[in-house]
Structures are given as structure tokens and as C-alpha cells.
């Protein structure tokens, strides 16, 4: 079970990597927004205990395959997704060029 557990992690991580680099469109432009995601993906990640409340109300093979399909691993990948953009956002702020300074006269140059 522990290597279930794992591998879904490397798959999910993996999936999150792969739609960092594929869609960069979806990045968050800013680090507020960055963080922004964090808390929203965090507070679906909280909901889904009670979407497994509603799921049980299913027979037993659909009410664990839209559990697990439905809410579980896209909720979990969200989470990935978006602490991959809060990193992304911080190391941009980090290795950024700088900006500003003292003007240098062209016969300094």
C-alpha cells in the first residue's frame, strides 16, 4: 500500500511538471496570486472528506472510482500545481536582474 501511495505521488508530481512546462499560460503572473492558489488548492484538499460522504451514497465500484477519479487525484494534483507556481514565482524573485542603481555617465563607460 505504501508504494501505491508513492507512485501516485511521482505520478501526480509528474503530471504537475508537465503542465508547468506545457501550459504556461496558467502560470499565476504574481507571487500574491501564487500564494493565492496555495490557500484555494488547500482549501478544496479540506472539502473532499465531505465529498467522500457524498460519494458513499453511490453503489460501492462508482462511488470509488468518482472519489478517487473525480475529487481525490485532481484535487491533489492542484496542490502539486500549486505550490510548483509559488516555487517558480519565489526563485523568479530571487534570481531576478537588478533593477534601479545610480545612472552611469556614457564617458564612464
Avoid: K, N
Avoid at 14 to 23: G, Q
Avoid at 32 to 38: D, M
Avoid at 97 to 108: D, N
Wanted: charged share 10%; net charge positive; hydrophobic share 55%.
Amino acid at each position: 500500500m505504501q508504494a501505491l501511495e508513492a507512485a501516485t505521488f511521482v505520478g501526480l508530481g509528474a503530471v504537475a511538471v508537465w503542465l508547468y512546462v506545457r501550459c504556461p499560460g496558467l502560470r499565476p503572473r504574481t507571487l500574491v496570486r501564487a500564494a493565492l492558489h496555495v490557500g484555494v488548492s488547500f482549501t478544496l484538499f479540506d472539502i473532499v472528506p465531505a465529498g467522500l460522504h457524498l460519494c458513499l451514497l453511490l453503489p460501492p465500484p462508482a462511488s470509488v472510482i468518482l472519489f478517487v477519479t473525480g475529487m481525490l487525484l485532481p484535487t491533489l494534483l492542484y496542490v502539486l500545481l500549486s505550490w510548483l507556481w509559488l516555487i517558480a514565482r519565489l526563485h523568479d524573485l530571487g534570481s531576478s536582474t537588478p533593477r534601479g542603481g545610480h545612472p552611469v555617465a556614457a564617458s564612464a563607460r
